[in-house]
């Protein structure tokens, strides 16, 4: 099938729900994705965060196949020693409790607002449901990571949302001060807000939030589901900001492709969770915590989160020096391969002339250009990134 013939047929037969670009990827090694045509691509996306240790990782592809021979899926009636030892590793690298699986990154989140609930109902707290989320928040696509995400372009035509979800302003430690009332169980927070374009919290704000949340007996959920497994130059964002959550949820670059979400509870919130509470069929399946385990072995060798921190700090002072030289770029942001430049200008555009110069980026949040390159990434190959940026930049943006 030619790349042309796959774009007519995804158009003939599948929903119009994604906006995607005429190319089409047949193969993927390392840092690099290859289209039907032959020509390679420098894949700064990563499947948005996902590949995490880039395309084909041998010791992934290993893991898969052996799984794969040996047994692809059993019930969560009985017990799987890979989705056991996958447990034990999530726990010993995160908050020391208990997990739960699903399969992406929405299903986590869904799974963490019930938990929350249910935590709350058992220690008697009647109505006390609420969950106070951030303006500008994405914790997915089903009606409850929906109802948490705080963007009305996003609730538009599927309302009503699930109720008790309050939203309060980014950064206003007064606003969620008030907001956490006796009412509320949870707050739910991005480390960093990837959709919305890699925003930032204020300095401080984090453990400030962490700490009302701790005097109002309130469970911090983090949702580090773009910022988690290494991402930021550190297993969680959270550690790189000091805080310690209490519920985690994980998805996208867990098993490097394949569809995995965790929840990471303190055991005393996961208690919340007994038999015919949750659950889910293929949740934990043995071939994706084969593929996590993989993943879990490379990113916990001595040294991985201090190159992942040193890689973005490359890529972001190069992003810098490209900036210091144009007036369209307003500001370079991020933490470790977690990076986003505000234009003054729409990014789409961008991201489709990077396309066409072998370089794959996203646009978010309409002026912001999207850099979540694999973690394993090299620095040639960071350096070769910022070529093709600085050459596909519109003249016009360019300083006199
Ligand atoms: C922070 C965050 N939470 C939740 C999700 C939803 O994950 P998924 O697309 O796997 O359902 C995303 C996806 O972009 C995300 O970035």
Redesign the pocket.
Known sequence: MTGAEAIAMTERYQMGNYSRFPVTFVRGEGSWLYDDLGKAHLDFLGG??VAVLGHAHPAVTRAIAEQAGRLVHVSNLFHVPVQARLGERLSAATTGGKVFFC???????EAAIKLVRRWAFDRGGEGRHGIVVLEG??????YG?LSA?AQPKFHLGFEPMLPGFTTVPLGELDALEAALTDRVCAFFV?TI???SGVRMHPPGYLKEAEALCRKKGILLVA?????GMGRTGAFLSSGRFGIAPDVV?L??GIANGL?L?AVVARDEVAAAFVPGTHGSTFGGNPVCCAAALAVMDVLCAPGFHEDVARKGERLQGGLREIAARRTDIRNVRGLGLMVGVEMTCETKPVAARCLDAGLVVNAAAGNVLRFLPPLTVTDGEIDRALEILSAVLPAEGRKS
Do not use: L, V
Request: glycine share 16%; hydrophobic share 20%; proline share 3%.
């Open positions: 948005i965060a399969n992406s990154g929405t299903e986590a989140n928040s994405f914790h997915g696509r089903t990571g995400t991005e807000q990837g959709e949702d580090e589901i773009q910022t949820t998805a996208k569809p979400g």
